[in-house]
């Protein structure tokens, strides 16, 4: 496997489920990412962590919730969620998040999230 | 007013023509701009990267920023129907917060 890969790669889930996504890259880097991508509307960062440590949190409601357990996993922990929660979770990384070299942000393929 | 402003299109464009892709932007901070392509059923890829005003070439796009005006661009030239996807522009100032346009989805018809 190269680059960075996102399971699965599609989801439906009841609004009572849990679930989780799972991201791991294969780059040597040290910060990760999770964004959420709705039709016609930005990009939406959601979390970053720097060397396992989560150094932002936008203000993301705690239905989500964020694992980095070492720097080339991440996963997002889904519980609870609403059908205004569908839309494609994106992983991300990074060199590291805090020097100039963040901006070069490699993405996985991304989850197709459907919440019913 | 949102912070970055891209034109969702759709562009449609036939083979051969130059597409100029634009975004404007509102937070001064911002240092590093960027271009990403994403392709249906892809995550975006960094196409080209520029950091405070300038110019940068890299074969047939071209990226331009203009921060006295918040402007910045992406010049696809003899654009081919391989260049159909939605371009994505990125900024961020010196922290980790990365800020995307919605993107514009072109169409380069043969």
């Known amino acids: 496997e190269t680059g960075v890969t996102q399971t699965p790669r599609h989801l439906v889930m009841g609004m009572t489920n849990k679930k989780s996504l799972k991201c791991e890259q294969h780059?040597?880097?040290?910060?990760m990412y999770w964004y959420k991508q709705s039709a016609k509307k930005p990009l939406e960062l959601m979390f970053v962590?720097?060397?396992?440590?989560?150094?932002e949190n936008n203000s993301v409601p705690s239905r989500f919730s964020p694992e980095c357990p070492n720097s080339s996993h991440l996963f997002l922990h889904l519980h609870t969620l609403q059908p205004e929660d569908s839309a494609l979770y994106l992983c991300?990384?990074?060199?590291?998040?805090?020097?100039?070299?963040?901006?070069?942000?490699?993405f996985g393929p991304g989850t197709r999230l459907t919440v019913t | 007013q949102k912070e970055v402003e891209q034109d969702p299109g759709p562009l449609s464009v036939p083979e051969g023509a130059i597409v100029s892709l634009n975004c404007t932007y509102s937070?001064?901070?911002?240092?590093?701009f960027m271009w990403y392509r994403q392709y249906s059923r892809k995550g975006p890829e960094l196409l080209m990267y520029?950091?405070?005003?300038g110019n940068k070439e890299d074969g047939r796009f071209t990226a331009q920023v203009d921060k006295s005006s918040k402007y910045i661009s992406l010049f696809i030239r003899d654009s081919q129907p391989s260049d159909s996807a939605t371009y994505l522009c990125?900024?961020?100032?010196?922290?980790?917060?990365?800020?995307f346009g919605a993107g514009t989805r072109l169409t380069v018809k043969p």
């Open positions: 962590y720097n060397f396992k440590e989560q150094t």
């Open positions: 780059l040597g880097h040290n910060a």
């Open positions: 937070n001064s901070a911002f240092q590093y």
């Open positions: 991300a990384s990074s060199q590291d998040s805090t020097s100039g070299r963040g901006y070069e942000q490699y």
């Open positions: 990125a900024m961020r100032g010196n922290n980790n917060d990365m800020r």
């Open positions: 520029t950091y405070s005003s």
